[in-house]
């Protein structure tokens, strides 16, 4: 129940925040519109 219960926390860390060297940056950053924000 604690892993089922931390996982979002990470996959928004792991996606949004972390320096992904070969990508220059976090994958998030490489999707254009992820957020929906740009139409």
Do not use: D, F, K
Request: glycine content about 8%; overall charge positive; proline content about 10%.
């Amino acid at each position: 129940a604690a892993r089922r219960a931390a996982l979002p926390a990470w996959l928004h860390a792991y996606n949004n925040h972390r320096h992904h060297t070969a990508l220059g940056g976090p994958p998030a950053s490489r999707v254009p519109n992820l957020s929906g924000q740009n139409t």
